[in-house]
């Protein structure tokens, strides 16, 4: 699996990346990662080489808006460097109207993140870890994207809960995370995936006894009964 971001603060990403399981999961290349920045197609405005890449939106409001040009650039050179992988090094960037059949052609996914969209869940997680070999997250800013770029290149909108976040790179890493999961070696072990399991909100391990502040806290007898049966019965009840 290939996930291509497009943000405009790709250092945010690279703490979470580099650690844990999915730092692991990235150097033994069971999945990858890619940046693109809109403002690498920008030109500068100043001596100072600042690359506006938001403006005042139309019939006014609060803040800024994202300028659909350099999403839409950014996309179609992560969308040329799939082709390339997919097809050789003859594979290059082709114009925006051919974005549909280009992205059916080597299974690609666009997504974008807003607070109103369908929720994503760890169904849509092995959907997308099953039909795709290559998600495109847009990271937008500010007060959000040019809704044409969705209209453009027929994102898939989704939100990871109903609340407002400043920018779209934490919803993109919790895509990451949880579509990493389901691939195939990230995890060592397919039983490792909790969904797959029964599992339980409460666990346990040593000491057996836990003594804080002159209190005893035990662990529940029956997880130290060896009775497998009664355990099982114990997780789905707790």
Known sequence: MRFHIITIFPDIFDSYLNESILGRAIKEKHVSVK?????????????????????RPYGG????????????????????????ISSGPRSGARPAQKFSN??????????????????????????ISKKYTDIILICGRYEGIDARVDKILKTKKYSIGDYVLTGGELPAMVLIDCIARQIPGVLGKYESLEEERVSSSEVYT?????????????????????????????KKTH
């Open 35 to 55: 940046f693109y920045n809109p403002r690498d197609y920008v030109k500068a405005q100043n001596k100072n080489n600042y690359k506006p890449v938001d403006d």
């Open 61 to 84: 409001g609060p803040g800024m808006v994202m300028r659909p040009e350099p999403i839409l650039k950014a996309v179609e050179k992560a969308i040329s460097t799939i082709s390339k």
């Open 102 to 127: 280009r992205l059916n052609k080597n299974k690609i996914q666009i997504i974008n993140f807003i607070p109103s969209a369908e929720k994503f869940t760890t169904i849509e997680a092995k959907k």
């Open 206 to 234: 040593r000491p057996e006894i836990l003594k804080y502040n002159n209190k005893n806290y035990r662990v529940p007898k029956v997880l130290l009964s060896g009775n497998h049966a009664e355990v099982e019965k114990w």
